[in-house]
């Protein structure tokens, strides 16, 4: 019975840590947009990009237009994509245009000044960690990623090369309101940023490496591995081609981060075992990420 719960309670733990993770991410995201970049006039793609360039020719408080244009494109979401696209979706533009509100108050014109380089790098990297940490919990900041995957449906066009379109365009924009060629460019910079850094917190947290390990030791390595890393070890057969011996064969999947403690384990097993260590994209199941599919 409490076995039957766990299972049910899991996926509603999970959804609950998702929704989470994107209120932090959109946290981020406010900070980066309204504390370093809107006020140094330093242009962002995507929705808060509109939203920027419109707030400086009128004034117009960039909070109402993020949420104005989002809740345009995602009534146009629900109708072709589905309600199970635009939840989290919905969440992530609902937590942001309040915490818009809430961090203009209190950090007022921002905390750098003359200083844009700077502003732009932290600006961006604020922008980009937010994204990622959205991402990472199968979320969505809405805008360009809603146009994209509308697109998608509809043409065999890749959704980064929407979104990078959509990007260029708007930071270019910029310029119409801006009237300095210098701001358009560190535009592209805030891009390239934005961009580097969300690869490298969706890609950290799945960084997994996989082993084949060979020694006469195998079994009890194997049951190291199982007992102090909870990690699973699969043996294989194998034939040596110049010994012409049979061999046992470990196959280990870890996280990237437990493999010193793999090579101490087996050093301190078996000095002379042979392994093989090597990087892998994505492992999924138990143990690793879940199978996110949208």
């Known amino acids: 019975m409490n076995r039957i719960m766990n299972l049910r309670t899991q ?17 981020m995201y406010g900070i980066g947009w309204t504390v370093f970049l809107l006020p140094n006039d330093l242009p962002s793609g995507a929705v808060p990009g509109i939203a920027s360039i419109i707030y400086w020719a009128t004034g117009f408080p960039v909070q109402y237009t993020y949420l104005g ?17 635009c939840v989290k979706t919905i969440w992530a533009v609902a937590v ?20 844009p380089f700077m502003a732009c790098v932290l600006g ?22 809603i146009i994209a995957a509308i697109v998608n449906k509809y043409r065999d066009i890749s959704l980064g090369r929407v979104i990078l379109m959509c990007d260029v365009i708007i930071i270019s924009s910029s310029y ?5 060629w210098e701001r358009v460019v560190y535009g592209y910079v805030v891009l390239f940023i934005t961009s580097f850094v969300i690869d490298q917190v969706v890609n950290s947290a799945r960084q997994s490496v996989q082993f084949f390990i060979i020694s006469s030791k195998y079994e009890e390595i194997g049951h190291h591995i199982n007992k102090d890393l909870h990690r699973g070890v699969t043996f294989i057969d194998g034939v040596g081609c110049y010994t012409n011996k ?9 996280k990237k981060r437990e493999s010193n403690t793999i090579f101490r384990l087996i050093k301190d097993i078996d000095p002379h075992a042979f392994v093989s260590q090597s990087a892998v994209i994505g492992v999924f199941g138990e143990g690793f990420d879940r199978i996110k599919v949208k």
């Open 11 to 27: 996926p509603v733990w999970r959804e609950a840590k998702d929704y989470v993770f994107i209120a932090l991410g959109m946290m």
């Open 69 to 85: 244009i989002n809740g345009i494109l995602l009534l146009l979401a629900l109708k072709i994509l589905g309600l199970k696209f």
């Open 96 to 115: 942001l245009t309040i915490f818009l509100e809430v961090i203009q108050r209190i950090a007022g014109e921002g905390l750098i000044h003359d200083q």
């Open 124 to 145: 961006a990297s604020f922008c980009g960690g937010g994204i990622g940490l959205a991402f990472s919990a199968n979320g969505s900041t809405g805008g360009t990623d």
């Open 176 to 180: 119409l309101v801006l009237h300095d």
């Open 246 to 254: 049979g061999v046992k064969m470990m196959f280990v999947l870890a």
